[in-house]
């Protein structure tokens, strides 16, 4: 008789990992999914916490917390591989940043580790206006970035989920590096006028400075070590790099990306777009 495998789903409370795990659930498998709060815990920063999560699994949809691009990200890489292989944990599905060349290193790490290893290299994803970072700018009215024209080609964390879950289950995928990616290429003063359109509401957007982005983020007490990922996102990704659409969501599911339009209309019909209150 065959056995199912047992998957290990790090990031269970992020917008990839909730998705994978909720995904794997419902067909049928066995999923241990964690994060620092969760028992088992799961925690980067405290690798005697990873045996445990590690324990009676045979494949990991893989998260890394705060982003790849920083400085020892790799060599946390290949420390979680190698426990992961001594574990039976063969199949390692990693989400990485695309455009982003600090990670290769770390993607490197995990494709020669030994490994039945796969990378996703994703763009920007819609639900970082509806679910957190960029949430209650569009609820306030006013989305201000230093995003100039560049053109992106937002991507749904649905669809990345499907990719994982495909690329966990299916050996075809082993061995490859994937550019996950929307159907079209839209600048955020685009995404903002699409959603206030489908929120049926006025959003503005505002082109501003790195400066006065971390100013702000400064403000509204963001860490450090975040704003500076963010920096590092919109001053040295967002340059054009990412901007033409690719292929591999069709290739690896068979369809075509969520368009950002249908993912506005169905957002907004869940109300999280409603003017924020004033205290």
Not at 161 to 174: E, G, K, M, R, W
Request: net charge negative.
């Amino acid at each position: 008789m065959t056995t199912q495998p047992r998957f290990l789903v790090l990031g269970a409370t992020a917008k990839t990992g909730r998705r994978v795990a909720e995904k794997l659930n419902a067909l049928g498998h066995s999923v241990r999914a964690v994060s620092r709060s969760t028992s088992p815990a799961f925690d980067w920063t405290k690798p005697e916490s990873w045996d445990d999560a590690l324990r009676n699994v045979d494949a990991v949809y893989i998260t890394f917390q705060p982003d790849l691009a920083v400085p020892g990200s790799a060599e946390t890489i290949a420390r979680f591989a190698q426990a992961a292989l001594k574990h039976g944990a063969k199949r390692l599905v990693m989400l990485s940043g695309r455009g982003e060349e600090a990670a290769h290193r770390a993607e490197q790490v995990l494709l020669q580790s030994g490994a039945e290893a796969t990378i996703l290299r994703a763009n920007w994803f819609f639900q970082n206006f509806s679910e957190d970072l960029f949430l209650p700018y569009i609820q306030a009215g006013t989305l201000a970035l230093p995003a100039g024209d560049i053109p992106e080609p937002f991507v749904d964390a649905n669809d990345i989920a499907d990719c994982a879950v495909t690329c966990l289950l299916d050996p075809h995928h082993i061995g490859k590096t994937y550019e996950l990616s929307g159907p079209e290429a839209l600048t955020f003063e685009d995404v903002t006028s699409i959603i206030g359109n489908s929120a049926n509401r006025k959003i503005d957007f505002v082109p501003i400075t790195i400066d006065q982005l971390d100013a702000g983020l400064a403000s509204d007490g963001v860490p450090q070590d975040f704003r500076s990922l963010i920096s590092y996102l919109f001053s040295e990704v967002l340059d054009g790099r990412n901007s033409a659409p690719t292929g591999d969501i069709e290739h690896i599911l068979g369809r075509m990306p969520t368009s950002l339009a249908d993912y506005a209309r169905q957002t907004a019909q869940t109300g999280i777009w409603k003017l924020a209150k004033r205290a």
